[in-house]
């Protein structure tokens, strides 16, 4: 079974990095949102789960090559070197659920960064959107 994997920001359809550009291709499950905050990185954003706020993004079935890819661009690390860690999360998309990747960005690489209140990178980052606000301390 291939695994599956949540994406929410450069990755999703339409961003800097979509992930139709993988191969072999990635097989789109559909549209979904999870718990957590989403913080703006300047050219790309980063999650942090669990909390109140969602982030939307796209479920996707890949292949491991893929998975393997996605770990190199995300600067996944064994160690506190890297830029996201990778977790899994259930997501539901359409009242089917799913065991996802999500790729959370390493708390050390949020201080200061102002926080996405609509939840959806492609949305904020199509309009210049400023509905963000510092996260608090």
Not at 74 to 96: H, M, T
Not at 98 to 114: K, N, Q, T
Request: charged share 30%; hydrophobic share 40%.
């Amino acid at each position: 079974m291939m695994p599956h994997v949540f994406v929410y920001g450069t990755l999703r359809r339409g961003g800097r990095n979509d992930i139709a550009r993988y191969r072999p291709a990635p097989q789109w499950i559909g549209e979904a949102s999870i718990a957590g905050t989403l913080f703006d990185l300047g050219a790309y954003p980063g999650i942090v789960l669990e909390g109140e706020r969602r982030v939307r993004g796209e479920v996707y079935a890949i292949e491991p090559a893929v998975e393997a890819a996605l770990d190199v661009l995300e600067e996944v690390a064994d160690d506190d070197s890297g830029e996201y860690i990778k977790r899994r999360v259930r997501v539901d998309v359409g009242g089917r659920w799913f065991d996802c990747l999500v790729y959370e960005i390493h708390p050390m690489r949020i201080a200061g960064r102002a926080v996405i209140e609509s939840g959806d990178w492609i949305a904020h980052a199509a309009r210049g959107d400023t509905s963000f606000s510092q996260p608090k301390d």
